[in-house]
């Protein structure tokens, strides 16, 4: 009997040595397998990686395309092989990686985000390698602006590292290795990756959060977050859960538990039904984006 294989594609971008393989092998919590590719729909060669697991007599496989070399394309060559990809993959999302210490130019991420903003695909924006530079504010505050620029009617909402753009887009930090530097005696364990994925699936719709949880199905130290913090909803109203928080030593409101992660109660509500081995969950749909294009800008930062 052949077995259905449930596929899930990702677009990946950045320069090199930005730490994205890090990143996907973190987020999936496996080795993922590199080769090249070649799509009809694109003349650009592209970087695959891959990952497959079965589970509950379902195969599925999550596929990370990489764009090599965008960084030196045209407008119109990212534009073109963007909106191709993205016809041809169906993408889930976007992930761009930028690290203190490499090269970012600022026009070519804004046309990746326009261009996927245009195609209903959520960005996220991710400043990897947080520690190995004093920059990642910096890159922070880049991402930032640039998806204000395209969503000018959203209102961001900022959750401890990462900044949020509604079901459009969000910004982060991450450290998704061990972090050492024994020469001023610093020591960062791995940190935000599962802020992030957490992120990315409560700005997903419906079915593409779901879709991301079975991408994510094999980290288990995700999973263990997530069933503790569902456990412990379990004898508690979402209202009284929700209206429950404590005061910062300087006087300022903080939300416990999902809060952290900026859920709102009507979330909470559908993602407390999750189950990791089935991978389902009730929740409500989000309304779908309205982005808006933006200018050109040709801007190319170096982040030391």
């Given amino acids: 009997m ?8 990702i677009l990946l971008c950045g320069a090199a040595r930005v730490g994205k393989t890090s990143l996907i ?13 070649a799509l009809d729909c694109c003349t650009r060669k592209l ?3 891959q990952v497959e697991y079965t589970e509950h007599g379902h195969s599925h496989r999550t596929i990370f395309w990489d764009l090599p070399g965008v960084e030196s394309w045209n407008e119109t060559d990212v534009r073109d092989q963007v909106t191709k990809l993205i016809m041809a993959t169906k993408p889930l999302c976007m992930i761009y990686c930028a690290s203190p210490g490499s090269f970012a130019k ?3 991420v804004k046309w990746l985000v326009s261009e996927c903003a245009g195609h209903n695909i ?6 990897t390698n947080m520690w190995a530079g004093k920059t990642r504010q910096v890159i922070l505050i880049e991402f930032r602006d640039i998806l204000q620029k395209i969503h000018q009617d959203v209102q961001p909402l900022k959750v401890n590292n990462a900044i949020y ?26 940190s935000g990756i599962n802020e992030l994925i957490f992120g990315i699936a409560k700005s997903l719709d419906l ?3 779901s879709t991301w949880f079975q991408v994510v199905a094999q980290n288990q130290s995700f999973s263990s977050q997530m069933t503790v913090e569902f456990s412990d909803l379990s004898n508690v109203s979402v209202e009284t859960e929700m209206t429950k928080n404590t005061t910062k030593s300087d006087g300022q409101r903080c939300d416990t538990k999902f809060s952290d992660f900026g859920m709102e109660s009507s979330e909470i509500s559908g993602l407390s039904t999750w189950d990791f081995n089935t991978s389902q969950f009730s929740s409500s749909s989000p309304s779908s984006a309205d982005p808006q294009t933006i200018a050109n800008n040709k801007t190319q930062v170096a982040y030391s």
Wanted: aromatic share 8%.
């Fill in 47 to 49: 970087k695959k990686y």
């Fill in 25 to 37: 092998n973190a987020i999936c919590q496996q080795q993922l397998v590199k080769s090249s590719a």
């Fill in 207 to 209: 079915e593409r959060r």
């Fill in 106 to 108: 600022l026009g070519h």
């Fill in 2 to 9: 052949n077995q259905e294989r449930m596929d899930a594609n």
């Fill in 165 to 190: 753009f509604d079901r459009f887009g969000l910004c982060t930090m991450v450290n998704s290795e061990t972090y050492v530097d024994d020469d001023i005696g610093i020591r960062k364990d791995p």
């Fill in 122 to 127: 959520f960005c996220a924006l991710v400043c």
